[in-house]
């Protein structure tokens, strides 16, 4: 099938390049002439494990191709809407700038018979918004959110775990869904579930599950900070209680917490929409786990201070990661640079490094000390707290070999990666979070 995707940050060019994997002529349309030069040179524009490869392929098969003139999109049956939708400068809303513009921006080039298809995630209601406009043109619009995780965003889109389309209840809507039936016909061949719902529904869905997420993680540091009062660890208390089938292990990590482009700002946006829907109460909850979550950055601060008797003033400090979780070189409100930028703040001197966000995060911080080396960061460090579980931190130092790079023997686990037992017996400080 011929495909548009308009907008190609993390979402859109990984969808393009995913959809021309399978099958499909794909032209990907950005307004950021930079990007798509990237793009159309075959270099994807952040890290992003098996994007460049799947890349590279569609480029040179002439399946994908990528430019900055809207009008490239005629001639597709399905044009995806991918553009991002952040948190506004002055509040917890979603910004619709980018999906108003795109929308506004794509209507010209549209023809009778297409199918707009929304992936940002946006608020409840967006969509019923939007598609007089497209059906002025003859077109059908849906909704269909994108459930991919950074770090595995081409797996999860060629092999998602579900689809979702919200559809409007006529016959455009029914011939919608199999339209989208069709563009995903080797994910569904292989059984993964094809859910064809309202607008509302296919909104509400992709906000409800990252407030989830976000809660389970956020409920679990809770648990953590009972257990830093009782002397408890809550890294057993999740086996423990992950144990549950209904319960389950996955997202019951205690740290510093969630953080990246998505959970903080989602959940704060959808406590903003839920406000305007007169149903503020019923989401409350999502700000006490905004509120826990970010409670734990401040607690892995104040036990490095502890742990360095009282102050880190002049301490040298190895941070290692930036990135907001592994796998990523995204820092946009990453709890680990977070952490670094705190400690700066007290005056110690902080080195970070990170294999992947070193650059992202020189952008955000340039106050900050970096290396991609981390032998280089922990040369000569009073201190090492690890805030992103890449395995070269986690799996991949030994205590012995940190000592032999360190001034002190203390470390602090962020991300309770590290396993405690070995590290204490080689002599180390040892501190997690929620954990004895
Ligand atoms: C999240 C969702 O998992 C995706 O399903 C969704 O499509 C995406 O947002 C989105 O809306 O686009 P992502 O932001 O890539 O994906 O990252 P996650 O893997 O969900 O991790 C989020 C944060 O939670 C990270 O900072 C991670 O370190 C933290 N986390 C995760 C924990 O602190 N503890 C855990 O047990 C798990």
């Not at 992003?48 to 490869?53: A, M, T, V």
């Not at 903080?264 to 839920?274: G, L, Q």
């Not at 020189?362 to 000390?369: D, G, N």
Request: proline letters at 4%.
């Amino acid at each position: 099938m011929r495909l548009s995707v308009v907008g190609c940050g993390y979402l859109g060019a990984v969808h393009a390049a995913a959809m021309a994997s399978i099958g499909h002529e794909v032209v990907g349309v950005d307004v950021d002439r930079a990007k798509v030069a990237a793009l159309r040179a075959g270099h994807a524009p952040f890290f992003e494990p098996g994007l460049q490869e799947i890349l590279e392929r569609g480029i040179a098969s002439g399946s994908l191709t990528f430019t900055d003139d809207m009008a490239a999109v005629r001639g597709a049956e399905v044009h995806f809407v991918g553009v991002g939708t952040p948190q506004v400068k002055d509040g917890y809303a979603a910004d619709l700038t980018f999906v108003d513009a795109a929308m506004r921006d794509l209507l010209p080039f549209l023809s009778p018979g297409d199918i707009v298809a929304g992936k940002s995630t946006v608020p409840v209601g967006t969509a019923a918004r939007l598609a007089t406009a497209v059906k002025s043109t003859g077109a059908t619009l849906v909704w269909n959110p994108e459930f991919l995780r950074e770090g595995f965003a081409v797996q999860d889109t060629i092999d998602p775990d579900r689809l979702v389309v919200g559809v409007p209840s006529d016959d455009a809507g029914a011939r919608a869904a199999e339209i989208l039936r069709s563009v995903y016909h080797p994910a569904i061949a292989k059984g993964t579930p094809f859910m064809v719902t309202d607008y509302a529904t296919a909104e509400l869905v992709k906000v409800a599950a990252n407030a989830f997420l976000a809660t389970k993680i956020s409920f679990i540091n809770a648990m953590a900070e009972i257990a830093e009062v009782t002397g408890a660890d809550v890294t057993q208390l999740a086996d423990a209680i992950g144990h549950d089938t209904r319960i389950g292990r996955r997202f019951l990590g205690a740290g510093i917490g969630f953080g990246g482009g998505c959970l903080p700002k989602d959940i704060r946006a959808f406590s903003a929409r839920a406000e305007e829907l007169g149903r503020g109460a019923s989401v409350a909850f999502l700000r006490e786990v905004d509120a826990i979550n970010l409670r734990r950055r401040d607690r892995a601060v104040q036990l490095v201070i502890d742990a360095l008797g009282g102050s880190v003033h002049r301490k040298r400090i190895a941070v290692l990661g930036a990135a907001f979780k592994p796998h990523s070189d995204d820092v946009r409100d990453s709890p680990a640079l977070d952490v670094a930028v705190q400690l700066h703040g007290r005056g110690a001197d902080v080195i970070v490094t990170d294999p992947q966000a070193v650059e992202n995060a020189k952008k955000v911080q340039p106050q900050l000390e970096y290396t991609t080396q981390r032998d280089d960061a922990l040369r000569d460090a009073d201190a090492v707290v690890v805030v992103t579980e890449w395995d070269d931190y986690r799996r991949d130092l030994t205590p012995d070999h940190a000592a032999s790079l360190m001034v002190g023997r203390v470390v602090v686990d962020g991300r309770n990666c590290l396993d405690a037992r070995t590290w204490r017996a080689a002599g180390w400080n040892y501190v997690g979070m929620g954990r004895p």
